[in-house]
Nanobody
Framework: QVQLVESGGGLVQPGGPLRLSCAAS????????MGWYRQAPGKQRELVAT???????NYADSVKGRFTISRDNAKRTVYLQMNSLRPQDTAVYYC?????????????????WGQGTQVTVSS
């Protein structure tokens, strides 16, 4: 099993910063791409940013220039630094990771989601 645990969500005023963290644990052999997604009420889950194992990042147009994704491979952790937050950034933010894990049947691929953390941008 692989677990992803997010932290860092909360209430922030428009224009303010917030930093999310997501730590992976379990029978992990290697982690590939990690990413952040979000889902606002009544909307579909959407990609926010992803980062490959060598640090190549990809962002949704709506967050480019405001959000920065990074990772610490030794800690198996991915971060999302969010600046200049807007009310429309309000959503539940989910961490995602894929890679290879060990099992009683040998190595196998995994794709896991965290439980989500609420981010609310409001004055």
């Amino acid at each position: 099993q692989v677990q992803l645990v997010e932290s860092g969500g909360g209430l922030v005023q428009p224009g303010g910063p917030l930093r999310l963290s997501c730590a992976a644990s379990g029978s992990i052999i290697s982690i590939g791409t990690m990413g952040w997604y979000r889902q606002a009420p009544g909307k579909q889950r959407e990609l926010v940013a992803t980062i490959t194992v060598d640090g190549s990042a990809n962002y949704a147009d709506s967050v480019k220039g405001r959000f920065t994704i990074s990772r610490d491979n030794a800690k198996r952790t991915v971060y999302l630094q969010m600046n200049s937050l807007r009310p429309q950034d309000t959503a539940v933010y989910y961490c995602n990771a894929n890679g290879v894990m060990s099992s009683i049947y040998g190595p196998r691929q995994f794709g896991s989601w965290g439980q989500g953390t609420q981010v609310t941008v409001s004055s």
